[in-house]
């Protein structure tokens, strides 16, 4: 694994729900099917409400009309990203679109746990407001090792809050690769 | 001296072999029952294939309970066909505790609903079914693939939602790893007016904490105002402790659980909990249940907390009632007392929240009790109103395709007894959603605008034996 994200910015405001993450009305997809996957691509962030969609000016699209990935490699949120439904269908839709990584000051639990256990986007916390700091389409990198953000366009540094004691489910991928890893399962 | 616990570090310490867990720990435990859907069931179900094999067993098929419930009555040929993977899986493991809407068959279209609701395996929206098919009992951990299955802490279990990868998991290993919550402590003092129901104490208590209040915690719901409660409404408080952001929610084990659980549950042994004298809280906050108003949460966000009566100027297009959160019994009795003899206004929504709600609306009248000759049935009274009824599934709640009974397809005004205002929850992403309890979302479809039910309640609204055993 890479230890460094970079990419452009998709800025959302706070209490961003997995709905509006992924409309309920996809989830008849399976994502168990490589051809339906794709899918969750294409619909990702369709929920948003426009005048939110890609802050501050929103109106932004995530994913170019009739397309399964996304030019955003890291979304930014505010506070508790990820509330609402469990549907792991969210962090996998961002994930196929192309996401790498999530910054918000912090996440509803089930979306956190979604996006460890599964290994599909580094959940990362920030306590700075920086939906208030940085505009979609701006560069940022996130460097792994030393816990950063760091805002290209400004040359701005944030710290990132520690990942803690989920950090080892993280680097291994996932639930199931930690738990192989640690000889919880044979197969 | 031991330290003091609350009923949730008791649960998953004895289901992780401890004597003691504290707040902040993670810890391996052994999970009791695992329920899935037909929205999350496939993707678990290939999880489990890809990383188990396709011919893997699961831990344990006693313990892994499948209830199609989502996208039931629609003509998405892809629901029809992740049903049919459920029935695959559940042929391939013998697994008992699957519950088929036997109705749905490989034909397009939309599927012809059940006739009779006593005569179908199929049990409508999960959260409700488990109780009533006797997989809930106290002091056992359920997991669910849905955020909602923190209802079932209303028997004093712990019960929380999880995603496919988990679910996965635990099919295969029958263990999931849990951060162990610290609790906050809701208590309600009081008998419950007959103008509130339990959906105005719990958006009380989300205005008062915002929807991320209770993000990783525990929230137990205590006080003689809650003991007070019919076990229904109960399942109303812990069913949306998931809108604080809540782990799980609890209520104290009485007599009227033990009743319901030792009626519907095979299994004889599992262990009453209760919290220490003493127990650490983190939060505690206290309300006296004859100074609280009907209340809603406006648009767009369940903490968005106001009283009805100030809202009364809000016009609304239509009134829904129905989901795990407001399609209960008792939900139904509340707002057919209120509907009795008058006509709505606004198109009115009505869901069952299982089949066993929709057969009790059939065969008992008004006040919980069976239906003597020339007694109204509660389907009765809800269809001379005016409503619009259809068979219980989670429905609109969700949103869900777009031929989906009571979808919001339009930006418009509902109010609903659902659990979940965010935008686009039932549909359309400008559509506002006000929640609310069904004594309020009654009065509002009486009179069109959002409307306070002490207009039209007076006396005690009796619930009878619905909901009980």
């Known amino acids: ?187 | 001296m031991p330290r003091p616990m609350t009923m949730t570090e008791k649960i998953l310490a004895a289901h992780a072999g401890r004597s003691d867990v504290q707040p902040g720990e993670n810890v391996w435990v052994d999970v009791d029952i695992l329920m899935t859907h037909d929205v999350c069931g496939p993707g678990t179900i290939g999880i489990f294939k890809e990383r188990f094999g396709d011919d893997a067993k699961v831990w344990d098929p006693d313990r892994v309970v499948i209830i199609p419930d989502h996208y039931i009555f629609t003509a998405d040929q892809k629901c029809h066909r992740n049903i049919q993977i459920l029935r695959d899986f559940v042929r391939q493991h013998g697994l008992r505790y699957y519950y088929d809407p036997d109705f749905v068959t490989s034909e397009p279209g939309m599927p012809n609903p059940y006739k009779d609701p006593t005569k179908t395996h199929y049990k409508g929206v999960c959260h409700k079914a488990l109780p009533e098919e006797g997989h809930i009992r106290p002091g056992e951990i359920l997991l669910g693939t849905d955020s909602h299955t923190c209802t079932a802490g209303a028997f004093g279990q712990f019960a929380t939602g999880v995603g496919n990868t988990d679910a996965a998991f635990v099919l295969g290993t029958g263990k999931t790893w849990l951060k162990v919550p610290p609790t906050m402590k809701f208590v309600f003092h009081g008998q419950i007016p007959p103008y509130l129901t339990a959906k105005d104490l719990i958006l009380a208590v989300i205005g008062e904490i915002s929807v991320s209040g209770a993000t990783y915690k525990t929230m137990y719901f205590a006080g003689d105002g809650v003991a007070s409660l019919t076990l229904e409404d109960r399942m109303t408080l812990t069913n949306m402790a998931i809108e604080a952001g809540g782990k799980n929610g609890v209520c104290d084990v009485d007599e009227k659980t033990l009743q319901y659980v030792r009626a519907r549950s095979n299994v004889p042994n599992w262990m009453v909990y209760a919290d220490d004298p003493g127990a650490g809280y983190i939060f505690e906050h206290e309300w006296d249940l004859a100074t609280l108003e009907p209340l809603v949460a406006k648009p767009f966000s369940p903490d968005n907390r106001d009283t009805a009566y100030n809202c009364r100027e809000v016009k609304v297009d239509r009134a829904y009632i129905g989901s795990c959160t407001g399609g209960k019994i008792t939900d139904m009795i509340f707002a057919a007392s209120l509907l009795r003899g008058h006509s709505v206004k606004v198109p009115t929504f009505v869901v069952p929240g299982s089949t066993e709600v929709h057969a009790d609306m059939k065969r008992l009248n008004v006040h919980g009790e069976p239906c003597q000759t020339g007694d109204k049935s509660i389907e009765d009274v809800l269809l001379d109103a005016g409503c619009q009824l259809a068979p219980s599934s989670c429905a609109a709640c969700l949103g869900g395709p777009a031929d989906t009974f009571g979808r919001l397809n339009e930006p418009m005004t509902c109010i609903s007894t659902t659990n979940r205002n965010f935008p686009g929850r039932m549909g359309h992403k400008d559509a506002g959603v006000y929640l609310a309890s069904p004594l309020t979302v009654a009065a509002s479809a009486l009179t069109g605008s959002i409307t306070d039910p002490r207009e039209y309640v007076g006396e005690p609204i009796v619930t009878g034996t619905a909901g009980t055993v």
Do not use: W
């Open chain 1, 1 to 187: 694994m890479s230890t460094t994200i970079t990419g452009q910015a998709f800025v959302l405001g706070d209490d961003v729900d997995t709905d509006q993450i992924i409309p309920a009305q996809y989830l008849s997809y399976n994502p168990a099917d490589p051809e339906e996957r794709k899918y969750f691509g294409m619909y990702a962030m369709s929920g948003i409400p426009v005048e939110q969609a890609g802050l501050p000016g929103g109106h932004t699209r995530f994913v170019p009309e009739g397309q399964f990935e996304s030019t955003y490699k890291i979304v930014i949120g505010g506070r508790n990203f990820g509330c609402g439904s469990s549907r792991e269908h969210a962090p996998l839709a961002m994930a196929q679109a192309g996401v790498q990584a999530v910054v918000s000051q912090f996440y509803a639990r089930i979306f956190f746990r979604n996006c460890v256990n599964g290994g599909y986007v580094l959940p990362c916390e920030c306590d700075e407001r920086l939906i208030e700091r940085i505009a979609t389409g701006d560069q940022c990198q996130i460097d792994i090792e030393a816990n950063t953000l760091t805002h290209l366009t400004t040359g701005k540094v944030y710290p990132l809050n520690p990942i803690g004691e989920v950090k080892p489910i993280i680097d291994a991928g996932g639930i199931f690769d930690y738990a192989s890893q640690a000889g919880m399962l044979k197969r």
